[in-house]
């Protein structure tokens, strides 16, 4: 199952509205002025390696220019607690897949349409100091005709750790997607407790919006994800002061509900995985992502079952090859 920043990020920036406070946030003055924001939507293209999705999660846009050419717009949620040198390479892998899956789309096209690839980050180890062009990851030889000869590509960053909450606040958007951007940057801090309260406004905009009861659902299960008691307590409080009690109470109880589930399905897995270690069964990434992020709970029972007398991860895990 996907993580608690994940889940809020997808949920917050999945929508062309929210996503477009983003992209604003991040693009240069010029780019975001050409671009004709009614026509943002978001394509169901993946292009992130299979084993990378438990810490790196995928959007893409796509927009018109005022012009009328087309522009993807790809936004990489990393969610790593490290830095990645290498994510320069990795994102100039991504941003040719998604070139191939448009050429094979449009093959009677000369041309293909500008991606611009984009990291959100908010990791725990401070600001982003990885490099954010791909020639910076050569050793090139001295002499500009060597330079030349390396692929260029930069990716835009937004790195969390780097803004100081003011700035984070002050930024053009929704009240969700200020919100979110506050979570993600103090999620993981000891201090987020105290922040809560400084958030009532924007928790109150967020409940006044259409469907606010739905996001605030969303802020109260990344809370109890990340939160630890003091945060949990707190987190009521503000949601006491922004709405009735009875449905505060409901807010927290059922996402603490769903927190309990998820914790008990997730052991299971967690179980199953020492299971086959014990009996000196390999399990490949591919196939620890498959059982960690199963949610059908007489599934993860059955693999269980199986496992005990298992030699092979055949054995177990359902449609492999025997």
Known sequence: MSGPHDR???YTFGHPR??????????????????????????QISVVDEALKETRRDLLFSARLRTGKQVWMY??????????RWMAWRMLRYVQRLGDKWREEHPESMRMPVII??????????????????????????????????????????????????ALRARPGPALVRLTWLLLRHGR??????????WTALFAEVYA?????EKLGRVVRYLLYVGGREAHEVAGQVLHSVMDAQRAEELMRSYGEELIE????????EILL???????????EEARQRILTCTDTSRLDRWVDRALNATRLSDVLDDLPQ
């Not at 936004?75 to 990645?84: A, G, I, K, T």
């Not at 801090?189 to 400084?198: D, Y």
């Not at 919006?209 to 009861?213: C, H, K, R, S």
């Open 8 to 10: 809020l990020a997808r």
């Open 18 to 43: 929210r996503a477009e406070a983003e992209l604003r946030a991040v693009l240069p003055e010029r780019i975001t002025a050409a671009v004709d924001w009614s026509s943002l939507r978001q394509e």
């Open 75 to 84: 936004v990489l949620l990393e969610h790593q607690s490290s830095v990645d």
């Open 117 to 166: 690839p984009l990291v959100l980050y908010h990791g725990e180890e401070g600001r982003w100091t990885a490099p954010r062009r791909v020639e910076e990851l050569y050793d090139i030889p001295e002499g500009e005709e060597w330079s030349e000869l390396v692929p260029r590509m930069k990716y835009l960053l937004d790195d969390l750790t780097a803004e100081k909450e003011e």
């Open 189 to 198: 801090s000891e201090e987020l407790a105290e922040r809560l309260p400084e």
């Open 209 to 213: 919006t259409p469907d606010g009861v």
């Open 262 to 269: 998820q914790g008990r399905q997730q052991g299971r897995a």
């Open 274 to 284: 020492r299971i086959l270690a014990a009996r000196g069964v390999q399990v490949g």
